[in-house]
């Protein structure tokens, strides 16, 4: 029985994108991960990026209270370009 109705959280998001695309059979998934600190706090970080094999584009699938930490179209050419776009989203709010 369901007790209480909570927004779900990066975690509960990603293993959602997971079931929702694994019959995509051009999709290469994994995660990617995030740790930071704010004021001696711990904070964590996951969602699931995306490698099209068709398109040679990665994107990522995946929640966050800041917009810019959560979903990524198939826009990026690179992982690491990917990768440095969280990291500046990251550095904007620290």
Do not use: D, W
């Given at each position: 029985m369901?007790?209480?109705?909570?927004?779900?959280?990066?975690?509960?998001?990603?293993i959602l994108a997971i079931f929702?695309?694994?019959g995509?059979?051009?999709?290469?998934?994994?995660t990617?991960?995030?740790?930071?600190e704010f004021n001696g706090n711990i904070f964590r970080?996951?969602?699931l990026g995306i490698y099209s094999s068709s398109s040679g584009?990665?994107?990522?699938?995946?929640?966050?209270?800041?917009?810019?930490?959560?979903?990524?179209?198939?826009?990026?050419p690179s992982l690491s370009l990917l990768i440095n776009n969280?990291?500046?989203?990251y550095h904007s709010h620290h």
């Open positions: 369901m007790q209480a109705a909570l927004p779900i959280k990066c975690l509960e998001a990603t929702l695309t694994q995509q059979k051009y999709f290469k998934r994994f990617i991960s995030f740790v930071s970080h996951v969602v584009l990665f994107g990522a699938l995946g929640l966050s209270r800041r917009e810019n930490l959560m979903y990524k179209p198939l826009k990026f969280y990291m500046e989203a």
